[in-house]
């Protein structure tokens, strides 16, 4: 099988500019979640999609959305970019399961300028 | 309010011997926890998990022991290889909610 995809694999962005990233999960995964990892903070959950609808939810502001298609891809879109949003943003996929496994994709470097 | 906490940030092993790398958690909802190992410009990759309805769980070279009791887990690398050299991620779930990691400890191993 082969594994999470995510795409692009490297942006640059200027503030005030928003920005989509793409999110393929291994397949009949059906639930996709996003993570943001800085030095600073480690890695921190963004949100959690399943069956299309949002699942979990973590502590960022409404300027980070998602939503997830009937194939299970996934997208992130974050606007008014904003210095601090600098990071690598990883998709994870699980088949939703209890107790599943979440298997990660390489990830998308953002780098607001 | 960090509920999985990794309190060493690096750590240096000769290759051959143990690794250890701890993990602390504050939240007893917790019920299954995960170790990833992390390669620069790479997503994490799952190493080994382990239910809270055991305290040890073995692959390979790897084990994973849970003390609950204690809020604590461990990974045990057996023998150390210069290519365990990343950052590993301790993890935490509980039941509907989402994966909540450590800050990571990078493993260095020394030929």
């Known amino acids: 099988k082969a594994g999470v995809t995510q795409t692009p694999r490297y942006l640059i962005k200027t503030r005030g500019q928003q920005v989509t990233l793409s999110c393929s999960p291994i397949s009949g995964h059906r639930s996709v979640s996003w993570y943001q990892q800085t030095p600073g903070q480690g890695l921190q959950f963004l949100f959690e999609?399943?069956?299309?609808?949002?699942?979990n939810k973590g502590n960022f502001p409404g300027r980070f959305s998602g939503r997830q298609f009937s194939n299970s891809r996934s997208e992130m879109n974050v606007s008014t970019l904003e210095l601090g949003d600098s990071a690598l943003y990883l998709c994870?996929?699980?088949?939703?399961?209890?107790?599943?496994?979440?298997?990660f994709g390489p990830g998308t470097r953002l780098l607001v300028l | 309010d960090q509920q999985v906490k990794q309190n060493s940030p690096s750590l240096s092993v000769q290759e051959g011997r143990i690794s250890i790398l701890n993990c602390d958690y504050t939240?007893?909802?917790?019920?299954?926890f995960l170790w990833y190992k992390k390669y620069p410009a790479e997503g994490p990759t799952f190493l080994i998990s382990i239910s809270s309805i055991k305290d040890k769980n073995e692959d390979g070279r790897f084990t994973v022991f849970l003390n609950k009791s204690a809020k604590h887990l461990s990974l045990h690398i057996v023998p150390s290889q210069p290519g365990d050299s990343a950052v590993y991620f301790c993890a935490a779930l509980r039941s509907q909610g989402n994966l909540i990691f450590g800050k990571g400890t990078k493993l260095s191993v020394k030929p």
């Open positions: 999609y399943f069956s299309e609808t949002q699942r």
């Open positions: 994870a996929s699980s088949s939703a399961g209890y107790q599943e496994t979440q298997y």
């Open positions: 939240n007893s909802m917790f019920d299954y």
